[in-house]
């Protein structure tokens, strides 16, 4: 039996990171020039995809000039001087700086809570800081806390809120980050209630305690806008519902769809160690067909140890939080570790694809193998003896292109890598077959009555944020109807789409889309390359693009399945693929076929998960972690 989670006013449980990513991945979805609950205008003819309201944008190209500073000095300085301060300072002493900051910023909740009227919150306020003045030393220690004593947060923006102002305009504000008009104005008026401003002795206690509290959330910062191609736009659509007054309605009020609401389960996915992926390398490596460099992270046991190179999913990054909890899992059980991004992902597309556009298996599967191949090259000149037996671990996508290499190790040049192992963990079978399936998934909101369809679709993209922000029962799935957690994971695949379209057509525009490529100005662009499908991208831009190298369309069609390869597959005793019975990508004939071709040896089927939703479950973190013990 399947149960929901019922969110509850409390801290949030899931890493920052986690949260945000997965928030802004399933909210990125087409700009609105319209105000939350209007309707959303397109422009063009080829279709249209539903889609949430997003705040307005008009000074985009200013607000992107400022990101582009503001995120050169969070990787520049913040996140470095960040790394460095935790070293000094360990958790608890962090933990009692922000205890004192905030037991400092009284004066300003005391205020506004009386300009709202909230006169029990001005009550609980001020209860909490004379116990934590007294009791707590100054407010280092949240003595109040453990006397139960409420919480009761409040700042300018929200009294305004009260007052009736609601946000019109997206603002990205110098050094502070995303914001509006409303949240803007309320920051400066939050920022002048301070009290150390009025003490000149003790002025310095503003930046240092704001440093304090930064310096926690810079590595997941900077993990953000470095592995997403554009962060910005990340970060305004998830601002929209992050920030949105009240809650929203939680009631299902449609059936729930298993394999899609476990799939959403993957947020739950989450690092052991905070600092693991700051402990990495990151290298780059020259590709022979493009001459260009290509980054890659890498974990190196400090002996020799076997080494697994991780292909992730579809348009994920190599810093991406599956990614990295694959990387975490993997080194803490004695394995070196290399992660790339995916063949589908700007950053390798733009560096080590030999093609303009991913499309035909057949070429992906070799650029990734060359890649891995002149990784494994610097690294045995870096770390002389200490690499060991071989393995390529792909998830998704990524296990799809893995199953494609081990199908072609006897026809590889022989200067390409060997490995002593492939490990597919939730692959598709066929391309075409998913492509269709996600496709379908985003046009689920057309099953609500045209009337209702967009305060629906606000709804759910309200519901992803405030779930998010609030504490679950972590046993339990989201709190999604079938239409909705369909949506949301169509549209999460979309966003990718989105992504691959936009860096292909900037690197080489084919003259498909309508509206100009901009850099600073991508509203139009993104919202007519949204409205684009995967079938569209594979009729559009995939097949005249390798018509023109002499691919025909059946033969795209072809390398896009695996059962094309089936008996090298069969005959490849290198194989384990780990993947669930349930997962939307694998309809029954697949599933048959994977039993056929991998047998019981090689194949581990989990009856539920759906698509990767499962993947930090025990008995799959186990099965991960199996399929590569003997390589040790």
């Given at each position: 039996?399947?149960?929901?989670?019922?969110?509850?006013?409390?801290?949030?449980?899931?890493?920052?990171?986690?949260?945000?990513?997965?928030l802004?991945?399933?909210?990125?979805?087409?700009?609105?020039?319209?105000?939350?609950?209007?309707?959303?205008?397109?422009?063009?003819?080829?279709?249209?995809?539903?889609?949430?309201d997003?705040?307005?944008?008009?000074?985009?190209?200013?607000?992107?000039?400022?990101w582009?500073?503001?995120?050169?000095?969070?990787?520049g300085?913040?996140?470095?001087?960040?790394?460095?301060y935790?070293k000094?300072?360990?958790?608890?002493?962090?933990?009692?700086?922000?205890?004192?900051?905030?037991?400092?910023?009284?004066?300003?909740?005391?205020?506004?809570?009386?300009?709202q009227?909230?006169w029990?919150?001005?009550?609980?306020?001020?209860?909490?800081?004379?116990t934590?003045?007294?009791?707590?030393?100054?407010?280092?220690?949240?003595v109040?806390?453990?006397?139960?004593?409420?919480?009761?947060?409040?700042?300018?923006?929200?009294?305004?809120?009260?007052?009736?102002w609601?946000?019109?305009?997206?603002?990205?504000?110098?050094?502070?980050?995303?914001?509006?008009?409303?949240?803007?104005?309320?920051?400066?008026?939050?920022?002048?209630?301070?009290?150390?401003?009025?003490?000149?002795?003790?002025?310095?206690v503003?930046?240092a305690?704001?440093?304090?509290?930064?310096s926690d959330?810079?590595?997941?910062?900077?993990?953000?806008?470095?592995?997403?191609?554009?962060?910005?736009?990340l970060?305004?659509?998830?601002?929209?519902?992050?920030?949105?007054?009240?809650?929203?309605?939680?009631?299902?009020?449609g059936?729930?769809?298993?394999?899609?609401?476990?799939?959403?389960?993957?947020?739950?996915?989450?690092?052991?160690?905070?600092?693991?992926?700051?402990?990495?390398?990151?290298?780059?490596?020259?590709?022979?067909?493009?001459?260009?460099k290509?980054?890659?992270?890498?974990?190196?046991?400090?002996?020799?140890?076997?080494?697994?190179?991780?292909?992730?999913?579809?348009?994920?990054?190599?810093?991406?939080?599956?990614?990295?909890?694959?990387?975490?899992?993997?080194?803490?059980?004695?394995?070196?570790?290399?992660?790339t991004?995916?063949?589908?992902?700007?950053?390798?597309?733009?560096?080590?694809?030999?093609?303009?556009?991913?499309?035909?298996?057949?070429?992906?599967?070799?650029d990734?193998?060359?890649?891995m191949?002149?990784?494994?090259?610097?690294?045995?000149?870096?770390?002389?003896?200490?690499?060991?037996?071989?393995?390529?671990?792909?998830?998704?996508?990524?296990g799809?292109?893995?199953?494609?290499?081990?199908?072609?190790?006897?026809?590889?040049?022989?200067?390409?890598?060997?490995?002593?192992?492939?490990?597919a963990?939730?692959?598709?079978?066929?391309?075409?077959?998913?492509?269709?399936?996600?496709?379908?998934?985003?046009?689920?909101?057309?099953?609500?009555?045209?009337?209702?369809?967009?305060?629906?679709?606000?709804?759910?993209?309200?519901k992803?944020?405030?779930?998010?922000t609030?504490?679950?029962?972590?046993s339990?799935?989201?709190?999604?109807?079938?239409?909705?957690?369909?949506?949301l994971?169509?549209?999460?695949?979309?966003?990718?789409?989105?992504?691959i379209?936009?860096?292909?057509?900037?690197?080489?525009?084919?003259?498909?889309?309508?509206?100009?490529?901009?850099?600073?100005?991508?509203?139009?662009?993104?919202?007519?390359i949204?409205n684009?499908?995967?079938?569209?991208?594979?009729?559009?831009f995939?097949?005249?693009?390798?018509?023109?190298?002499?691919?025909?369309?059946?033969?795209?069609?072809?390398?896009?399945?695996?059962?094309?390869?089936?008996?090298?597959?069969?005959?490849?005793?290198?194989?384990?693929?780990?993947?669930?019975?349930?997962?939307?990508?694998?309809?029954?004939?697949?599933?048959s076929?994977?039993?056929?071709?991998?047998?019981a040896?090689?194949?581990?089927?989990?009856?539920?998960?759906g698509?990767?939703?499962?993947?930090s479950?025990?008995?799959?973190?186990?099965?991960?972690?199996?399929s590569?013990?003997d390589?040790?």
């Amino acid at each position: 039996m399947i149960r929901t989670a019922v969110p509850r006013t409390a801290p949030v449980r899931f890493p920052r990171h986690a949260s945000y990513v997965m928030l802004a991945a399933v909210l990125a979805s087409c700009s609105s020039t319209t105000e939350p609950g209007n309707t959303v205008q397109k422009s063009v003819s080829h279709g249209q995809t539903p889609t949430p309201d997003f705040i307005n944008d008009p000074l985009e190209p200013v607000n992107r000039s400022i990101w582009a500073v503001n995120k050169g000095i969070l990787i520049g300085v913040v996140q470095p001087a960040g790394k460095a301060y935790r070293k000094i300072a360990p958790p608890p002493v962090r933990l009692s700086i922000n205890h004192f900051r905030r037991n400092l910023t009284y004066p300003g909740r005391l205020i506004n809570h009386a300009l709202q009227g909230r006169w029990s919150g001005a009550g609980d306020e001020t209860t909490r800081f004379l116990t934590n003045t007294t009791a707590g030393g100054l407010g280092f220690f949240d003595v109040a806390t453990k006397w139960n004593i409420p919480k009761s947060e409040a700042d300018f923006s929200q009294t305004f809120g009260t007052w009736g102002w609601k946000p019109n305009a997206f603002v990205m504000l110098p050094f502070a980050g995303p914001s509006d008009d409303r949240h803007a104005f309320g920051y400066a008026a939050d920022s002048v209630a301070e009290p150390w401003n009025y003490a000149g002795a003790y002025s310095v206690v503003g930046p240092a305690t704001s440093f304090n509290k930064l310096s926690d959330r810079s590595e997941d910062a900077t993990r953000l806008v470095v592995s997403e191609k554009d962060s910005y736009i990340l970060t305004k659509y998830a601002w929209t519902y992050a920030t949105k007054d009240g809650q929203p309605d939680w009631r299902l009020k449609g059936p729930i769809d298993r394999p899609t609401l476990e799939t959403l389960g993957a947020v739950r996915v989450s690092l052991t160690d905070p600092e693991f992926p700051s402990d990495s390398r990151e290298m780059a490596v020259t590709i022979p067909s493009t001459g260009r460099k290509l980054k890659f992270n890498c974990w190196i046991q400090s002996g020799t140890a076997p080494i697994v190179y991780i292909s992730p999913g579809l348009s994920s990054h190599r810093l991406s939080l599956a990614t990295l909890w694959a990387a975490e899992q993997l080194y803490q059980n004695g394995f070196s570790v290399v992660s790339t991004s995916s063949v589908f992902q700007p950053e390798f597309m733009e560096n080590a694809s030999s093609a303009h556009l991913p499309a035909y298996p057949k070429v992906d599967s070799r650029d990734l193998h060359v890649a891995m191949t002149e990784i494994d090259k610097l690294l045995e000149k870096k770390f002389p003896g200490r690499l060991g037996r071989k393995a390529l671990m792909g998830f998704s996508m990524g296990g799809f292109l893995s199953l494609r290499i081990a199908a072609d190790e006897k026809q590889a040049p022989a200067d390409l890598l060997r490995f002593d192992r492939y490990v597919a963990i939730n692959p598709p079978v066929d391309l075409q077959y998913g492509a269709k399936h996600l496709d379908g998934y985003n046009r689920a909101p057309l099953a609500w009555p045209a009337d209702q369809r967009q305060a629906l679709l606000n709804n759910a993209a309200h519901k992803v944020a405030k779930s998010m922000t609030l504490r679950s029962d972590p046993s339990a799935v989201p709190p999604f109807e079938g239409i909705e957690s369909k949506y949301l994971i169509g549209l999460t695949f979309r966003v990718a789409l989105r992504d691959i379209v936009y860096s292909s057509q900037q690197r080489h525009n084919m003259g498909v889309l309508q509206t100009p490529i901009t850099p600073l100005r991508r509203e139009e662009s993104y919202r007519e390359i949204m409205n684009f499908t995967f079938s569209d991208y594979f009729q559009k831009f995939a097949v005249p693009y390798y018509q023109q190298k002499g691919i025909g369309i059946a033969e795209l069609r072809r390398e896009g399945n695996l059962t094309t390869h089936t008996a090298a597959l069969r005959n490849q005793k290198k194989i384990r693929v780990i993947t669930n019975r349930n997962d939307f990508l694998l309809p029954p004939k697949d599933i048959s076929w994977m039993n056929s071709t991998f047998g019981a040896s090689r194949l581990t089927l989990f009856p539920y998960g759906g698509h990767m939703g499962n993947m930090s479950s025990p008995p799959v973190r186990d099965a991960i972690l199996g399929s590569i013990q003997d390589l040790k």
